[in-house]
């Protein structure tokens, strides 16, 4: 059996009932084993795959905590320090219902090779809670917020491991989180990205995930023979992400038709209005429905279905596995030419191959998204010199880092025979800085 196939063998049977952390990890082994064959015998020799897959370190506890009436409630959170070859630990934590461990590996072991790509010095890592912050006071959340920071204290810091926002972890949280770290710990550090512009935060942090995203599927659109303007997109999810691809979007002449949350979707054929989305977002907490509600012609649908209406560019920015076989082939149907993902795996590995040999441009989440993270790096060096970059500054950084991503992908998946292949590219751009750093340190 290849060392590929047995790691992939090692990981389904060390880590039962993970199917989100499994798929990721024969997503990413899968497209390394022309890699590790030409180098087989080192890297079993090293156990590199067996550590690579296995985090350093996996935090689990409990988070009790008080309701407005008095009621006490116990949420279990997580912190995985998964790989430190390159850097601190470094990822976001997301607070949802659906949270646990295996989602929390898939998201961290992501988290390693997207890092890598960035070309900045920042390792892997990923946490969070089953706490759902939708429908509680802001007292409500304040108070989870300090007792999952009183214990996650202990674990972190600037140079050691740093948190960021994600799913359900927005400026709210990262403020409150940060206050109780500085209180415990009586140390002003930049142990958390994604903090408010008064204490430490960097400009162009909230739109960073969003905006890089369009600058990568710019980038490989122009790089096929296309562009965005006049192009018709499509986008899920409502939040951070969604809202700020969608206004980059807009600026690079495209028209966004559609935004979705977890209960249902919008249609709205003129182009979406984002400063009502914001609004109703950001600042209400509200539905889709109050959109739909607020702006004539548009068309509210229960349930889920974005990737049924014709679009030229399509950007998942929900969640995991939300675009399926069903869907790829509705877009491909439908005459779609890109597909770039703004969530962490929100392909499934089914739909990515149809859409693949359909020939659609795919940009996969660890290279499309990683301008969130990118962003917080810029946001730790910030920090670190006591400094606060300009909008321009952190933004045109942000651009080349992206552009730069694309291109190495390009490279990777071209020296490996595999041009076009982004998927490829990617994993094998990530993977080859992390093996080279763990070779480099010895057996740790
Ligand atoms: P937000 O919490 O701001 O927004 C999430 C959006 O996705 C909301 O519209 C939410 O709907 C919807 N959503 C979440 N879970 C589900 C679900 N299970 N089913 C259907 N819809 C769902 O999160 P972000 O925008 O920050 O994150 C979105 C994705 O992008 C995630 O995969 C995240 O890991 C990834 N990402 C985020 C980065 C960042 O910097 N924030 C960086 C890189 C990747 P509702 O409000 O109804 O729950
Ligand atoms: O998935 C991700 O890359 C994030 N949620 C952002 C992580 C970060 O540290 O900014």
């Known amino acids: 059996m290849s060392y590929v196939d047995e790691v992939i063998d090692l990981v389904v049977e060390k880590n039962p009932a993970q199917p989100e952390f499994h798929q990721a990890v024969k997503e990413v082994l899968e497209s390394l084993r022309v890699v590790i064959e030409a180098n087989e015998e080192a890297y079993r020799k090293d156990a590199l795959l067996e550590r690579l897959v296995t985090p350093e370190r996996q935090l689990l506890f409990r988070v009790p905590w008080v309701d407005d009436k008095g009621q006490v409630h116990v949420n279990n959170a997580f912190r ?42 920042i390792g892997g890592g990923k946490g969070g809670s089953d706490f759902d912050p939708k429908g509680k006071s802001d007292r409500e959340v304040m108070a989870f917020c300090q007792s999952f920071m009183t214990e996650l204290s202990k674990y972190i810091g600037a140079d050691t491991d740093v948190p960021a926002g994600d ?69 899920s999810g409502s939040g951070n992400v969604a809202i700020y691809a969608a ?123 990683a301008g969130g993270v990118a962003t917080s790096a810029l ?11 300009t909008f321009e500054e952190v933004d045109g950084k942000l651009k080349h880092i992206m552009v730069n991503i694309f291109h190495n992908l390009d490279e990777a998946a071209k020296k490996y025979g595999m041009e076009g292949n982004y998927v490829a590219g990617a994993n094998i751009a990530g993977f080859l800085k992390v093996a080279d750093a763990m070779t480099a340190q010895g057996i740790v």
């Open 167 to 235: 799913i359900g972890t927005g400026a709210r949280e990262i403020g409150y989180m940060f206050g109780q770290y500085k209180r415990i710990r009586g140390v002003y550090e930049g142990v958390l990205t994604g903090k408010g512009l008064s204490y430490g935060g960097s400009l162009a942090r909230t739109e960073a995930t969003g905006y890089g995203l369009l600058y990568l599927t710019e980038e490989m659109l122009r790089c096929n023979g296309h562009d965005l303007n006049g192009k018709t997109v499509v986008i």
């Open 247 to 369: 206004q980059k979007a807009q600026q690079l002449g495209a028209k966004v038709v559609t935004v979705s949350d977890s209960t249902g979707w919008v249609y709205d054929k003129d182009g979406i209005d984002v400063a009502l989305l914001k609004e109703i977002k950001e600042v209400k907490r509200a539905r889709l429905t109050e959109y739909a509600k607020a702006k004539p012609g548009v068309e509210y649908h229960e349930g889920r279905g974005v990737w049924t209406i014709p679009c030229d560019v399509a950007l998942p920015c929900a969640t995991q596995n939300e675009l399926d076989l069903e869907d790829a082939k509705a877009l491909v149907a439908g005459g779609c030419i890109a597909v770039a993902e703004g969530a962490n795996m929100p392909t499934t590995m089914e739909a990515t191959e149809y859409l693949q040999k359909n020939g659609i441009l795919f940009a996969p989440g660890k290279a499309a998204n």
């Open 80 to 121: 995985v320090q998964f790989n430190s070859a390159i850097g601190p630990y470094k990822g976001g934590l997301r607070l949802h219902p659906s949270v646990n461990l295996g989602i929390i590996k898939f998201l961290g072991f992501e988290q390693i090779f997207k890092n890598s790509l960035t070309g900045l010095p």
């Open 379 to 389: 946001e730790m060096s910030q920090n670190s010199e006591r400094l606060s970059w």
